[in-house]
């Protein structure tokens, strides 16, 4: 009786969860749609400059509105999105590359040269990640690129910290045991069965550097460091409407934050599940 109480119980968290991955695959789905297939069909300039049409409300010309200089928002809203998760994939790549180098070569070597690297890893985290950035971009001009360094350069910490872990769980496997018995050498078991085993965790946590890396690259091209004024950028976007904002205009505004708020919670999602997946204890408990 207990078990029947407790099946539709499960039932329904298993279908909610469904729904809530079939809701952000299908939104990630839109989102690289919309970048890759908007700019090159709506065959426009997103420069182009229109001051009779400046600040116009969401119509059906201009579904996001206008700009405070006649640009349409959506197009723009589209760019900078495009530029955004550019640099977030890149750079999540970049930093995840780098933390899963450091934290397996941590956790193979260990003894002093684990505690070295782990060291120079809790030194920097203890830096906010803004601050940081912000120095690394300001020795190089306005460009994607040094915002791509700063972000890969700050958030490589969390992953090697993760790696690190896992390394370190799977060094007590029977199979490493056995492999270190048949004269393997430090190399050979690294590359051959710590590594591929880190894989998947350092994969969700590429996942979920995405929007993170979005959210930073918008916070330097807000405060003016990120990109240059003139390419198209969320937090750029957000920082040019603030004028329009406080003048009762609110859409400048509310779309490019959208736009940051509504990726991240997809791929928060789409991790979710792949956290599920990489851990089934996990699962059956949430389904109980």
């Not at 939104?27 to 001051?51: G, R």
């Not at 270190?180 to 590594?195: E, F, K, N, P, Q």
């Not at 406080?246 to 997809?266: E, M, N």
Request: proline share 6%.
């Amino acid at each position: 009786m207990a078990g029947r109480a407790w099946q539709p119980a499960g039932r329904t968290r298993r279908s909610t969860r469904t729904l809530r991955v079939r809701a952000s695959a299908a939104t990630v789905a839109l989102i690289v749609a919309a970048v890759l297939l908007v700019p090159p069909l709506a065959q426009l300039d997103q420069q182009a400059v229109d001051l009779s049409a400046k600040l116009l409300p969401p119509s059906w010309a201009h579904p996001f509105g206008t700009d405070d200089v006649g640009r349409d928002l959506l197009l723009r809203c589209v760019y900078g999105l495009r530029v955004s998760l550019a640099v977030g994939l890149v750079a999540a790549l970049a930093a995840t590359v780098a933390g899963t180098a450091v934290g397996a070569a941590a956790g193979a070597l260990g003894g002093w040269t684990d505690r070295l690297v782990m060291r120079v890893v809790d030194a920097l985290s203890s830096i906010p990640h803004l601050l940081l950035g912000i120095f690394v971009v300001a020795m190089f001009r306005p460009g994607v690129w040094p915002v791509v360094a700063s972000v890969a350069v700050t958030h490589w910490l969390s992953t090697a910290r993760i790696v690190r872990a896992e390394v370190l769980s799977l060094r007590g496997r029977p199979y490493v045991d056995a492999a270190v018995s048949g004269g393997a050498s430090r190399w050979r078991i690294t590359v051959r069965h710590l590594v591929p085993g880190v894989l998947p965790q350092a994969g969700l946590a590429a996942v979920l550097m995405v929007p993170h890396a979005m959210w930073h690259e918008s916070a330097l091209s807000f405060l003016g460091l990120g990109l240059p004024a003139h390419q198209a950028s969320l937090g750029g976007l957000v920082q040019s409407a603030r004028g329009s904002l406080l003048a009762g205009d609110w859409w400048p505004t509310l779309f490019p934050g959208l736009l940051l708020i509504v990726p991240t919670l997809a791929m928060a999602g789409l991790a979710g599940a792949w956290r599920d997946r990489l851990n089934p204890r996990r699962r059956s408990e949430l389904t109980l």
